[in-house]
């Protein structure tokens, strides 16, 4: 079974490891694909959507005597993608509420008190 | 660059003859570096990871085709603007009206009656909307009064925070992170060590029952802890939440 990631998700996906470091295009996409399965032609319109929203710049470095194109985060982005978070989080929990009460006798470890 | 794949872009490009020539080089210069990066070199390397170009044109124009459609919607606001502007020439026929009446000598009392009748329609509506206005300002003062005062007397509250994941609060007992499963015998004995009264015990107790995350025999990781007896404030934290509980207001 797959699900399925929408464009808000893929949104946070990237703009969350651009606060690692400033990643090029194919790099972003083998650094998804770790993780989750998404084809070689998604990231595109993502990273035009990203820049054309203000949420990350672009810069360009030398690279084997061609260049590559390297995407960073802005502040607005940053704030965006605290908005992602929280509402996944959320919606995370929302999720789990059910899934976790799945009829499989749940395993207790001590208590902290 | 390898034939295949300069063979492969400019078939790409030649697919994409609605966009501009700025936005054709960007997707150009994006899949030229890409496919560089991903050292693809044969045609078929290069289909198996984007697909033919007709498959890629469509996807890149997909994204564009979304744009579209919120032009279209700027263009229906634009609509109802130009529906404004009819209106606004409507009132300024009823003006010319007006004075049509007042520049004929025979109208002249006419037109004042006119006028007067106007002036004074005027007033009772501007009477009315004062009264109105002034309604709505008294039972919104009462309202808020009243919602204070409740909040005032219920007994403490919950406070589940879904941004937080550490409690950042001072605090004179601090029960550091671990593991930890709720259950109801649990929540009780919590209060009275907490010390708070019947009425936040019972509160507390049934905040943390209606909460998401309150679910008997659960274990939760709990990244914080504490528990500050003086101030009367609880904090609890997962990776994802916050829950506070403060009785300070009894």
Redesign the interface.
Known sequence: MKIQVNSELLDGLVLSLLTREDYYGYAITQEIQKSINISDSTMYPVLKRLKKNDWLTTYDHPYQGRNRRYYQITPAGTEHLQELLGAWRKYKLNIDAIFDQTQIPPLTLGGAD | MANDVTEYLAELKGLLGSLTSQEQD??M???S??L???GVVTRSEVES???TPK??AR??L??YSIKDSQKQTKESKRTIKDQNATNKSNVTMIWLVILAIASSPVTIPLALGVLLVLAGAILAVLGVLFAAIMGVLGVGAIALFAIYVGIMMIPGHLIVD??SSNPTDASNIF??A????FNNA?LN??TSIFGMNQASADQFIKDMATT??E?A???YD?TG?QLNTNNQRFVAATA??KWQFDWGSE
């Not at chain 2, 671990?178 to 499963?181: A, E, H, L």
Request: proline share 2%.
């Open positions: 960007d997707v210069e994006f899949y570096e890409y560089q990066d991903a990871r984007l697909g498959q890629l996807k890149v997909a994204d879904a941004q029960l550091g671990g593991q930890f499963t649990d004995n919590w998401p995350l679910e025999g659960k274990t709990l802890f994802g939440l």
